[in-house]
């Protein structure tokens, strides 16, 4: 009988102790920031426009994912946050014209580390093509 209490406290304090550890996504106290910049070019390939874009949809994916978890709509000054993430790495892409590609659009992807609570990383600007 104590040889099964034992086991059973050695595998709750287990259970406890691996369960405690948050990965990336929400819950925590850090934002990631930014702006998107447009460039703006007609169907030749002359530039122009170049501002910042408004009412565009930036995307992140939490860790190593594929796949997006969570966007944002850019405000009138092109730029975008996402608030309550833990510490970890993660993605945060826009989509941008792209002549060459089969459909017509790539993302621009910029990688980010979040090393303390607490914090706010700011993100170079994502340039993308329209």
């Known amino acids: 009988m104590k ?3 034992a086991y059973f ?3 709750t304090g287990f259970f406890f102790l691996t ?3 948050k990965g990336e996504g929400v819950g ?3 934002t990631i920031t930014g702006k998107v910049y447009v460039k703006e070019y007609s169907s030749v390939g002359n530039l122009l426009a170049e501002y910042y874009g408004d009412q565009e949809r930036v995307y992140i994916i939490y860790g190593d994912g594929n796949t997006y978890d969570n966007d944002y709509r850019s405000s009138f000054d092109g730029s ?4 309550y993430l833990n510490k970890g790495t993660y993605k945060v892409f826009c ?3 792209c002549d060459t590609c089969a459909s017509g659009k790539e993302a621009i992807i910029k990688q980010v580390e ?3 609570n607490n914090s706010t990383v700011e993100l170079e600007d994502i ?3 329209k």
């Open 9 to 11: 406290l050695l595998l």
């Open 95 to 97: 989509y941008s014209r």
């Open 3 to 5: 040889n099964i209490t």
């Open 80 to 83: 975008y946050k996402f608030e």
């Open 114 to 116: 979040i090393t303390s």
């Open 127 to 129: 340039v993308i093509k």
């Open 19 to 21: 369960s405690c550890k």
């Open 28 to 30: 925590g106290s850090s």
